[in-house]
């Protein structure tokens, strides 16, 4: 059989992030600067999302042929396989249409966490919605395509271990990269763990499951030497949502990343209050280049409130001014528009940012995901905005003090007054541009105050000893 895997590259929307939601690019707004900043963001070509690398991987072991049709539809598959993702979700079913009026027989599966959560989107196109994980298919795909039309709960897999390695050679790997986490190219992705064992009731990753699973550090770290021999991948971006929870698991990664042939350069997600400076050093003496942090408000008030846990504003000082003296870029979330802002509270939120001056600043405007409990919540809120419109950047929900034109231009502000700033270049120029450190430029940009930061941001947590928050869950 002849599977194609139908995806879409229009809107700049990386369907990989907001747990498979997708994310778009920050849209450019505030004059030269912005048009400069969303430049940036949309320069490079960022893989594929991972579900489709797993997906060819398992049709490839089922003995089936796998085509990556980017925005077509060729004629000779014998199945199509959709992985919607909310920006792009009218594409997709507009294509679908398309596809139902050439091959009216012809078997289309919609996987992934838009099919799970909007079934009705896909009412009276013929199609099979995949409820679950897309993995799944390894054991279920004949299942699956006798199912016909209407939802097939495929549920989850087992035994992360079971999977075969990502197949990414229908997806012209060579052109991957993510530059703002890395100077080594091409750029694949790889997953340690998946879920999260953590509450916030605005979060997209715990809705398929609230907890977390591993897969063992050998079985890592073999899939990333057989990337590098297979495709000269020189850096792999992490996609667990809360990479290090688990600090048995952590060193043995560490220890088998070390044992790699060369060196290299890797990034992961991560909360703050997971990794201390000595954990820091070890990952970035093993190829750590880049952190993504959710730091989202530096309001404590409105964390609880969407049941996030709030960490103390000296351990995020602390903890980003351990990363710049290590070498290792910091991408830090933070989230404006909640339905209770006003102008100043997100200005608090840009002046907060700027204090704490990661080498990324992200600014996202919140967005109520489908199946969420914010999301039910907020069901007075939300606005009639189309689905392309849930991209992260622009806003999707009415605002009790403000309108949506006020957040969008305080969302420009933010990113414009972020980067516009000499103290923003001496801390970070010698992580932008590594070269500066070789010409031992890269104490320059370090202020004393940050040295002393670094130095007392060490952990007394034992390195090697369990992990303090366990598997439990945030209160």
Known sequence: MHI?????????????????????AYHGLGGLRGKLIRRWYVRDRRPVALAYAYLAGIFRQLGHSVEYAEDCLPDAADSYVFLPSLPTLDLEVAAIRQLRAKRPDAPILVAGV???TLPDEFDG?????????????????DEALAHGAGV??????ADLDALPHPDWAPFRPRQFRVGYDFTQFPTALVQASRGCAFTCNYCPYILVENRTRHRAPEAVVDEI?????THRFRSFKFRDPLFGLNRRHLIGLIDNLGRLPHKIQFSIETRIDLLNREILQELRDVGLTSITVGVETPSDETLREYRRKPIADDRQHEFIAACRALGIRTAAGFMIGFPGDTSESILDVLRYAKRLNPTFANFNIVTPYPGTAFFAESTSNVSDAPWSHYDMYTPVMNYQRLTRADVLQLHAKCFTSY????????DNAHLLWPWLRKLGLGRRFRTAHEADAAASSRDRRPLRGPCSCGEQRAA
């Not at 929307?13 to 994310?23: L, R």
């Not at 196109?125 to 298919?137: D, I, K, S």
């Not at 980067?419 to 270049?425: A, K, M």
């Open 225 to 229: 030497a057989r990337g590098m021999r």
């Open 4 to 24: 194609a895997l139908w995806d879409t590259r229009r809107r700049h929307v990386t369907k990989e992030f907001g747990a498979g939601f997708g994310m778009g």
């Open 125 to 141: 196109l013929n199609v099979t919605l995949v409820r679950g994980e897309p993995e799944q298919l390894l054991w279920k795909l």
């Open 114 to 116: 838009v099919a799970h």
């Open 419 to 426: 980067y516009s700033r000499w103290p923003y270049l001496f």
């Open 152 to 157: 097939f709960d495929a549920g989850r897999v």
